[in-house]
Nanobody, 121 residues
Framework: QVQLVESGGGLVQAGGSLRLSCAAS????????MCWFRKAPGKAREFVEAVGRNSFGTYYADSVKGRFTLSRDNAKNTVYLQMNSLKPAGTAVYYC??????????????WGQGTQVTVSS
């Protein structure tokens, strides 16, 4: 079963950028679609972005479209979330997840432990 470890979170000022990484092990990475979610305090978990197995089929939440970019490197077993023009509303724990389905929404159910992103105003 795939195991996921996120990194790259931290404190950033509004308008700044961060790049999150999610490293996978214990499975064939290229066989998984990858998703990013986030959970802010007091709010429900929110879908952010997802990408299919071979970087086809990328989907974004409207709230991040044009600011966040998801990419994957199958050779490094890693998926990245480049976050630009960050807003205080983006403060949350960000989770990556792997999904076995070929088709969106990919059934992303294998979760990492999350990484905290805090955006100050």
């Amino acid at each position: 079963q795939v195991q996921l470890v996120e990194s790259g979170g931290g404190l950033v000022q509004a308008g700044g950028s961060l790049r999150l990484s999610c490293a996978a092990s214990g499975g064939t990475f290229s066989h998984y679609a990858m998703c990013w979610f986030r959970k802010a305090p007091g709010k429900a978990r929110e879908f952010v972005e997802a990408v299919g197995r071979n970087s086809f089929g990328t989907y974004y939440a409207d709230s991040v479209k044009g600011r966040f970019t998801l990419s994957r490197d199958n050779a490094k077993n890693t998926v990245y979330l480049q976050m630009n023009s960050l807003k205080p509303a983006g403060t949350a724990v960000y989770y990556c997840a792997a999904g076995s389905s070929y088709y969106y929404p990919y059934n992303c159910q294998h979760w990492g432990q999350g990484t905290q992103v805090t955006v100050s105003s």
